[in-house]
């Protein structure tokens, strides 16, 4: 909260590298404050918060702090700001605040302000499939077959609650079973009874769309425009009707929520406007309550997009035809060269197109092409709908007035990252907050070309400082990438070890990763499931490997878990387990775990290795997914651009490709 007295430490938090990793931030800001932003007012922060009596008070210059929030974000990207008031007074679960429904956070990307102990659940229903005739002159969005849609998928999302309760119920029935006293037990157990509880009590859904962008180029309009935006809101317009009529029609068949309470939403904005456009469809909900306490959000569907082949969420498309540069293998010499790099790798170019934009081209009657020359594509682009409507160009203040337009027919809230060039000046992110706040958006988040890693590096030269100064007292060497890793040590007798699988070709393997304090230490790999392989249980993921010598003193490396009935199991020999050639690449990459390479160069290692690349499915990719899982989260992928919106703003998250651009998410 902006409230909290330590509020500006948070704002600046990320601006130092490695301080908050793994998590998006964000500012909970309110509507008082905002007024004195305006105003030129002083601001009183206090602790605790919402207190009456607070032992902590700070009056602050409201313009200052503001100016940092906006600083930072164009410097960093975040924080973002969640206009708070905005979406307690617009919520509709907050009718119910006393009965434990009142939002406290939001879910990751933030488009579900949640309550404690419930849960986000998402479905997105493709909007390009509703466009009749796209990219004609007879195009027109069928809004009879969506709302049928919007109906059963409302219907699909209440199903899965129900699915939901099964696992629920699994879990409870698991640990009630348990062999611990109920002391050990009641923690956890009291969780999944407040989840099951919670789910129930108002069955809380989130269905929402992707494929705005396309959805608004094939109808033959512009995004950015005040036209498309009026599609926009017409279309969403039409989809609350529909999944609330669904939700309603479901009260009368299964019942309502367990709380529905119409006299207590009968003021909250969004039921009012939702009264006054269908007067009819909340008359029925008064008479018979309705399935969900709230049913809509609009998520960045990032992964999802990719599967529809279409624009995400209610984004713009980024980029509609570009040019990409494919690495030649050096074995092949009928590819074409088309650039060489400063280390003599070989690039071939070749055009990428959006999938929609082949659409729009093959309904034009234009050749799809992978040779045109830039110069072509820019003409291409500049006589397509998606002209000056894709993340670098539009009007991002009409975007913000769009979500706000949007927002005001979606419960939950919407995950919107307003792309911005890197030669804009902060004054435009103070803008695009200030006018998000006003035209009634939930929340929103800027992301400037290249601010990003331009943070990382400064922040980076500092830590090797401190790093090696640490590293120099503690014994220890800095790595490269700024973390002080151990020497080559004596290898203990026991390691502790994780367990990871992976398919080599058409064969089942395992690798078993020894650590030294949480650290890859050593990996040994074998077959997994095989009469002549490694056989070990696949509820183990964890064990230790034992350096041990047998009667004629040859030393081997085992590897012991606990099973299921609690008892000490062996599997010996797992240097016997290897391929030759696999053993020896193994002791190779050992061999730089041992002596404290970097991750993060260790897999670039072993990807470099001459193995069999033509399939993921080969020992190599395993035993990278084996080590990328420990890679530290943040790390870059340098060199490496997002397959979804191109920009070079890839990081590992717990072994995971992460775009911080656009949300993509890529494991392995």
């Given at each position: 909260s902006?409230k ?7 704002i ?12 998006n931030?964000s500012?909970?800001i ?21 207190s009456?009596?607070?032992e ?13 929030i906006?600083y ?17 007074r617009e ?7 006393d009965?434990g429904f009142?939002?406290?956070?939001t879910n ?5 302000p ?8 998402l ?7 509703y ?7 007879h195009?027109?969005?069928d809004?009879?077959?969506f ?17 939901e ?18 002391e ?7 969780l999944w ?6 789910t ?17 180029a094939?109808l033959g309009?512009?995004?950015g ?6 599609m ?16 309603v ?27 006054d ?8 909900m008064?008479?018979?309550?309705r ?7 609009i ?8 599967m ?13 035809v ?12 009928e ?7 400063e ?16 659409d ?20 291409l ?18 975007k913000?007035?769009m ?6 027919w979606?419960?939950?809230?919407i ?13 435009l992110?103070?803008r ?8 009634g958006?939930?929340?929103?988040t800027?992301?400037?070309?290249g601010c990003r ?18 590293a ?7 790595s490269?990438?700024?973390v ?7 290898r ?5 070890a994780?367990?990871?699988?992976f398919?080599?070709?058409k ?27 490694i ?17 004629k ?11 299921k ?15 030759p ?17 970097p ?11 001459e193995l ?7 020992w ?5 997914r084996?080590?990328?899982?420990y890679?530290?989260s943040?790390?870059p992928?340098?060199?490496q ?7 070079e ?13 656009c ?6």
């Open positions: 902006i909290h007295p330590d509020s500006e430490r948070f600046d938090a990320k601006l130092e590298q490695g301080k908050i990793t793994g998590a931030v500012v909970k309110d509507d008082d404050f905002m007024r004195c932003v305006e105003s030129g007012e002083v601001y009183r922060r206090q602790f605790p918060v919402w009456d009596k607070p902590v008070s700070i009056d602050t210059d409201a313009r200052a702090l503001w100016g940092k906006v930072n974000a164009w410097k960093s990207a975040e924080p973002g700001v969640l206009f708070w008031d905005t979406i307690t919520s509709v679960p907050d009718c119910y605040a009965l009142q939002t406290v956070s990751p990307c933030g488009e579900i949640l309550c404690p102990y419930d849960s986000c659940r479905l997105a229903v493709n909007l390009y499939s466009v009749k005739n796209p990219f004609t002159d195009a027109e969005f809004y009879e077959l709302a049928g849609h919007i109906a059963k998928a409302q219907r699909i999302m209440d199903d899965i609650i129900d699915l309760m099964e696992k629920i119920d699994t879990i409870i029935g698991k640990i009630e079973r348990d062999h611990e006293t109920s050990v037990k009641e923690t956890e157990l009291n009874k407040k989840i099951r509880a919670k129930l009590k108002g069955r809380r859904t989130g269905l929402g769309t992707t494929a705005e962008g396309d959805m608004i094939a309009l512009r995004y425009t005040a036209e498309a935006t009026q926009s809101v017409n279309v969403h317009r039409a989809l609350a009707v529909a999944a609330f009529g669904s939700s029609q479901m009260a009368k068949e299964r019942g309502a929520f367990e709380v529905y309470d119409a006299e207590r939403e009968r003021n909250n904005p969004y039921i009012s406007r939702l009264r456009f269908a007067p009819e469809l909340v008359a029925e008064e008479k018979h309550g399935r969900n306490i709230a049913c809509l959000t998520a960045p569907t990032g992964t999802t997009s990719l529809t082949r279409t624009s995400s969420g209610i984004e713009p498309v980024f980029m509609p570009y040019k990409r540069r494919r690495k030649i293998n050096a074995n092949d010499v590819t074409r060269v088309d650039y060489v790099d280390s003599g790798d070989k690039f071939e170019e070749y055009v990428v197109y959006h999938p929609k934009f082949i729009w081209m093959r309904v034009n009657g234009i050749e799809v092409r992978d040779d045109y020359s830039q110069a072509e594509i820019d003409s682009v500049a006589r397509s709908p998606y002209y000056k409507a894709t993340a670098n160009d539009i009007d991002w203040l009409e913000v007035r979500q706000g337009a949007v927002q005001k979606v419960d939950h809230s995950s919107v990252t307003i792309n911005l060039p890197a030669d804009v000046d902060v004054d992110v103070n695009l907050y200030l006018e998000a706040w006003k035209a958006c939930k929340g929103c800027i992301y400037r070309d890693s331009g943070v990382l590096i400064a922040a980076e030269n500092e830590k090797k400082k401190k790093d090696a100064s640490k120099e007292k503690d014994g220890l060497e800095p490269s990438d700024s002080a890793q151990p020497l080559m040590l004596k203990p007798m026991e390691l502790e994780d367990v990871v699988r398919q080599n070709n064969e089942k393997w395992i690798a078993f990763v020894g650590l030294v304090d949480g650290r890859p230490y050593e990996i040994f790999t074998g077959l997994a499931d095989d009469e002549d392989g056989f070990c249980p696949k509820s183990v993921s964890k064990g230790k490997i034992i350096k041990a010598v047998d009667d003193g040859s030393k081997r490396y085992d590897f012991q878990f606990i099973n009935r609690g008892l000490k199991t062996t599997i010996e020999g797992l240097s016997d387990k290897f391929n050639e696999y053993w020896n690449y193994a002791k190779l990459i050992s061999g730089v775990l041992r002596y404290g390479m991750i993060d160069q260790v897999v670039k290692l072993v990807n470099g290795l069999n690349s033509h399939s993921i499915n080969t190599k990719m395993g035993v990278e084996a080590l990328k899982k890679l530290p943040g790390t992928a340098n060199g651009k997002c397959p979804h919106c191109g920009q703003t890839l990081i590992y998250q717990e072994g995971c490709l992460i775009c911080t651009s949300g993509n998410s890529r494991c392995g």
